[in-house]
């Protein structure tokens, strides 16, 4: 089992930045891939941005490319995603998921095994 926990969402204006924290406990966190989704209200579930389990491999939605980073540092068991020049479009529940067993970064849902509970990210204009 792996628990996920979301931190670092509020509200922001547009352009702006924040930084969300995805802290991950269990057995073997830091040995599986991890990715941030998002899901605005009336609007499917997205993917953002996903890591491999040392930080060798990222992807992010071409949406989010040069604006957000996503990286992590496994001595604090702890991914992060910096978001800058935040859109109000962008408003959304952010999630960290977490693959659950060995393998490369997934950019579906399907991919991941464990989800967080989110965190509230709300961009206004």
């Known amino acids: 089992q792996v628990q996920l926990v979301e931190s670092g969402g509020g509200l922001v204006q547009a352009g702006g930045s924040l930084r969300l924290s995805c802290a991950a406990s269990g057995r073997t966190s830091s040995s599986y891939a991890m990715g941030w989704f998002r899901q605005a209200p009336g609007k499917e579930r997205e993917f953002v941005a996903a890591i491999s389990w040392n930080g060798g491999i990222t992807y992010y939605a071409d949406s989010v490319k040069g604006r957000f980073t996503i990286s992590r540092d496994n001595a604090k068991n702890t991914v992060y995603l910096q978001m800058n020049s935040l859109k109000p479009e962008e408003t959304a529940v952010y999630s960290c998921?977490?693959?659950?067993?060995?393998?490369?970064?997934?950019?579906?849902?399907?991919?991941?095994?464990?989800w967080g509970q989110g965190t509230q990210v709300t961009v206004s204009s």
């Open positions: 998921a977490s693959r659950g067993v060995v393998g490369v970064p997934g950019v579906s849902a399907h991919q991941y095994n464990y």
